[in-house]
């Protein structure tokens, strides 16, 4: 997030030109690759959302699905600002560093991913049943209040999601009230039980030092939970960095190679 009028996310952007063309369609709709545009339909209502497929991509081998949660910024339902921030970018920059599949939902205004886990379980479906996915290889990302919903969601679908990578988020609900007047009720496991399903998982938590949005208390808070229940997670805090830490995170190879690496255990 760029600043205090944005919280739990990051600033709203123009979508970028390159969003113009950001579907491509081979003969096959079964192998269409690019950024393409889709959605769910949920209990009447309609989800819209991003899901990136490598240029390179064949289905005769499985693929790595990361799921990325996007900041409070982003929300909407137009089902493409999300693409433009965070991970969206990282790939156009970079997409030889992204061979897997990406699925980016969005968030409605004024809600948090709470509301929208039946969606995005539905699209998950939708990727799985349209493209070849190593479900042992599913990972979980998000920055600032995705990052929350890493924190918070992950750890109770720890049987679906092999590792997680929070950017710039926390494990406090309370936080989420704050920015997220339309959020549920907390019906999540508390910091010390989430520490704990977490305990036995790869994680890798990022935050900037100097965030005046997100306090980098919260993501140590997280990381301290699962380092107290046995885990051994990572923390990479980066010096003379506000609340983008995002850019640096998903822009660094090393993270994201040891995110597609990552798998459930047998």
């Known amino acids: 997030m760029g600043g205090p009028s944005q919280p739990l996310g990051a600033p709203r952007a123009m979508i970028s030109p390159l969003l113009a063309a950001m579907t491509v369609f081979c003969a096959d709709p079964a192998a269409a690759t690019g950024f393409l545009n889709e959605a769910v339909t949920v209990d009447g209502t309609e989800h819209r959302y991003v899901l990136y497929v490598p240029r390179d991509y064949a289905a005769d081998r ?26 969206g970018r990282a790939i156009r ?22 509301s929208m886990i039946p969606a995005i379980e539905a699209m998950m479906e939708k990727a799985k049943a349209a493209y070849t996915v190593d ?3 599913v990972t979980l990302t998000g920055l600032s209040m995705g990052g929350y919903g890493t924190w918070i969601w992950g750890p109770v679908k720890k049987d679906v999601f092999a590792a997680y990578l929070p950017i710039c988020g926390g494990g406090s609900f309370a936080d989420i ?19 704990k399903l977490l305990a036995d998982r790869p994680v890798w938590a990022f935050h900037g030092k100097d965030d005046d949005v997100v306090p980098p208390f919260r993501t140590r808070q997280m990381v301290r939970a699962v380092e107290k229940a046995g885990g051994k ?12 830490s ?21």
Request: hydrophobic share 35%.
């Open 62 to 87: 499985a693929w790595p699905l990361v799921v990325f949660l996007h900041g409070a910024g982003e929300r909407g339902a137009d089902g493409l600002k999300q693409s433009d921030v965070g991970i």
């Open 93 to 114: 920059l970079n997409p030889e560093r992204f061979p897997c599949l990406v699925l980016m939902p969005q968030c409605p205004e004024e809600h948090f991913w709470d």
């Open 135 to 137: 479900v042992k290889r």
């Open 177 to 195: 009230r704050r920015f997220c007047p339309k959020a549920g009720e907390d019906v999540f496991p508390s910091i010390e039980e989430r520490g």
């Open 233 to 244: 997670p990572r923390l990479t805090e980066y010096p003379d960095t506000g609340h983008n």
């Open 246 to 266: 995002w850019d640096a995170a998903y822009g660094d190879p090393e993270a994201i190679a040891w995110l597609l690496a990552q798998k459930l255990p047998d």
